[in-house]
């Protein structure tokens, strides 16, 4: 270990000597053969030379601070948990991230040029016989995570994606990256050509402080074009990621938790009746996802895994739990529904998932309120044009409407109108719970049945998130019923993802896998519902996107002055 030790030092030194005597207009045509003249300046005005890399294994901390100290390094600040090394090191060894406490340091140096640049100093540690020792190993022969790195000037996500298309244009090819949420800052890790020349490094960094996430999945999405065993590897471990948000949320973890104050595992185990090494494991694992953060003082929530609490405003806490629960296991059935068309958790619990939820008044609960968990996307709904031209005392009919949460965003904000909403009777009386706690119920009237029991007299009606349960015909048949109920001027809102046309990514193709192995149903294109709307006597009329990648459809009667449809 002391020759490990030695060496990891005779590193550091190195890097450090590096870091002395390079510059950004020097190092950048090392690393990108060819780049000089104009392209050149423009890369030097917009990313600066900022450090150099290496990981070491260090017994200890008094070790590690030793080794610091033989290089002149002093590090001002305590080590900050890495996000990205220690997910790469996990898949290259296929170990579990919560094994691995990586740790960042970023001692500075003075420069030759004048200029303070930094050391980024990863540390694993690693104790005498720890089982750690063949990770060392191999990490200390391939030299994975030494790099240099060039911190972006103006992050705008216009200059980012110049930056990546510039470095790809002179042989750097994407490596990986990510979003470190304790430090707030985004990385865009490249491979530099075969002939670059900048004393032995060849990955290469781009750091931009803040959240960019949303420039970073392109690049991401080409890096695993190119390391499709490691894009394997991601994929496979997603049922782990649900199980994981699903304790997270069994347990209760978010409501003992604060989003502004960190929390020492020790005290959250004591509170929540868990072993705190356990509980510091998970953590750890939903720290790399963003969901806490965590610092020397503990971990606290951060505003996604804020949505895990029972309280939170449009809590998601339900979705977990359904999510990890009866429909987790129907899941492992989905090839059984792929093979036979039979639905999986028919399969798994004898019954359709309506009748296994009512049968249990818990679940039943529990299923509503999932529901209601994805409310956001009801965000713009209450704006439609049609329902703010709807007149004086109209009336909005919301049929299959669950507890009330759609219809009540709707009359609180039009309070001319009226509602009536339709549902199976133990729902119905959660809805006029919840619907007359926020004042509501003398506007609206509750009316227990089933789809053939659409009441007439409308002017607006409302489908939310009902068509998708269905097969086409028995979905027809539900138009049918609501178009007999229509007037020749009443307007339909039918709420549904929709697959897009052209094969883009969508949460739409997510939930259609969904709805097959769990329900029997589907999601649609908006010309496969425009086929449906016309067999039950129905146009479509037009469609517009809602949050969470929604859309509402706009359906009329169909007569011979309104046979037109604009998707």
């Known amino acids: 270990m002391i020759t490990a030790l030695s060496g990891d030092t005779s590193r550091l030194r190195a890097t450090v000597d590096f870091v002395k005597e390079q510059d950004t207009a020097t190092l950048l045509p090392l690393l990108l053969p060819g780049l000089d003249g104009p392209e050149l300046r423009a890369l030097a005005e917009r990313c600066g030379f900022s450090h150099a890399a290496l990981l070491v294994f260090p017994p200890d901390e008094a070790a590690l601070d030793a080794a610091l100290?033989?290089?002149?390094?002093?590090?001002?600040?305590?080590?900050?948990?890495?996000?990205?090394?220690?997910?790469?090191?996990?898949?290259?060894?296929?170990?579990?991230?919560?094994?691995?406490?990586?740790?960042?340091?970023?001692?500075?140096?003075?420069?030759?040029?004048?200029?303070?640049?930094?050391?980024?100093?990863?540390?694993?540690?690693?104790?005498?016989?720890?089982?750690?020792?063949?990770?060392?190993?191999?990490?200390?022969?391939?030299?994975?995570?030494?790099?240099?790195?060039?911190?972006?000037?103006?992050?705008?996500?216009?200059?980012?994606?110049?930056?990546?298309?510039?470095?790809?244009?002179?042989?750097?090819t994407p490596d990986g990256g990510g979003y470190n949420p304790h430090e707030n800052g985004t990385v865009f890790y490249?491979?530099?050509?075969?002939?670059?020349?900048?004393?032995?490094?060849?990955?290469?960094?781009?750091?931009?402080?803040?959240?960019?996430?949303?420039?970073?999945?392109?690049?991401?999405?080409?890096?695993?074009?190119?390391?499709?065993?490691?894009?394997?590897?991601?994929?496979?471990?997603?049922?782990?990621?649900?199980?994981?948000?699903?304790?997270?949320?069994?347990?209760e973890v978010a409501d003992a938790m604060d989003e502004e104050r960190a929390v020492g595992v020790a005290e959250l185990a004591r509170d929540l009746?868990?072993?705190?090494?356990?509980?510091?494991?998970?953590?750890r694992y939903l720290a790399m996802l963003g969901v806490v953060s965590e610092d020397r003082d503990g971990f606290r929530l951060t505003d996604t895994g804020g949505l895990l609490r029972a309280d939170a405003e449009g809590s998601m806490r339900a979705l977990a739990l359904m999510y990890g629960g009866p429909f987790y296991e129907s899941f492992a059935g989905l090839?059984?529904?792929?093979?036979?068309?039979?639905?999986?958790?028919?399969?798994?619990?004898?019954?359709?998932?309506?009748?296994?939820f009512a049968r249990d008044p818990e679940l039943a609960g529990l299923f509503d309120r999932s529901m209601a968990a994805g409310s956001r996307?009801?965000?713009?709904?209450?704006?439609?044009?049609?329902?703010?031209?709807?007149?004086?005392?109209?009336?909005?009919?919301?049929?299959?409407?669950?507890?009330?949460?759609?219809?009540?965003?709707?009359?609180?904000?039009?309070?001319?109108?009226?509602?009536?909403?339709?549902?199976?009777?133990?729902?119905?009386?959660?809805?006029?719970?919840?619907?007359?706690?926020?004042?509501?119920?003398?506007?609206?009237?509750?009316?227990?049945?089933?789809?053939?029991?659409?009441?007439?007299?409308?002017?607006?009606?409302?489908?939310?998130?009902?068509?998708?349960?269905?097969?086409?015909?028995?979905?027809?048949?539900?138009?049918?019923?609501?178009?007999?109920?229509?007037?020749?001027?009443a307007d339909l809102l039918v709420v549904e993802r929709v697959l897009p046309a052209d094969g883009s990514a969508s949460l739409a193709t997510a939930w259609d896998l969904h709805m097959m192995c769990n329900v029997g149903g589907r999601e649609r294109s908006a010309d496969h519902y425009a086929r449906l709307f016309a067999d039950a006597g129905l146009t479509l009329v037009d469609r517009a996107p809602l949050p969470l990648d929604g859309s509402v459809l706009h359906v009329r009667r169909s007569d011979p002055a309104n046979t037109g449809s604009k998707v």
């Open 377 to 489: 996307m009801f965000d713009p709904l209450p704006v439609h044009p049609v329902l703010t031209a709807a007149a004086e005392g109209a009336t909005v009919v919301d049929i299959a409407g669950g507890n009330g949460e759609l219809l009540g965003r709707i009359l609180s904000a039009h309070p001319r109108l009226h509602g009536v909403l339709l549902e199976r009777p133990h729902t119905v009386e959660t809805a006029r719970r919840l619907l007359g706690a926020a004042g509501h119920t003398e506007r609206c009237a509750f009316r227990a049945g089933d789809f053939a029991d659409v009441p007439e007299g409308g002017d607006v009606y409302v489908l939310s998130r009902v068509l998708h349960d269905w097969d086409d015909d028995r979905c027809v048949e539900i138009l049918r019923h609501c178009a007999r109920a229509m007037s020749g001027t």
């Open 335 to 356: 090839d059984h529904t792929v093979r036979t068309g039979q639905v999986a958790f028919e399969r798994r619990f004898g019954e359709n998932h309506f009748d296994h």
């Open 69 to 172: 100290a033989d290089c002149g390094l002093v590090a001002d600040a305590p080590p900050r948990p890495s996000v990205i090394v220690r997910e790469r090191l996990a898949v290259r060894h296929k170990r579990s991230a919560a094994e691995l406490d990586v740790g960042i340091l970023r001692p500075a140096v003075e420069c030759l040029d004048g200029v303070r640049r930094m050391v980024e100093v990863f540390a694993l540690t690693v104790p005498p016989g720890s089982d750690l020792d063949t990770v060392a190993a191999h990490e200390r022969e391939q030299q994975h995570e030494t790099h240099v790195a060039f911190e972006v000037e103006t992050p705008d996500p216009l200059v980012l994606r110049g930056l990546c298309a510039a470095f790809g244009r002179y042989g750097a």
């Open 273 to 283: 009746g868990a072993l705190a090494p356990n509980l510091a494991t998970l953590l």
């Open 190 to 251: 490249f491979t530099a050509p075969a002939e670059a020349k900048a004393a032995g490094y060849r990955r290469v960094e781009l750091y931009v402080p803040g959240d960019h996430r949303d420039v970073l999945a392109a690049h991401l999405d080409e890096h695993r074009r190119r390391q499709p065993a490691e894009t394997l590897l991601r994929l496979l471990t997603g049922a782990w990621t649900t199980q994981a948000l699903a304790a997270f949320a069994r347990l």
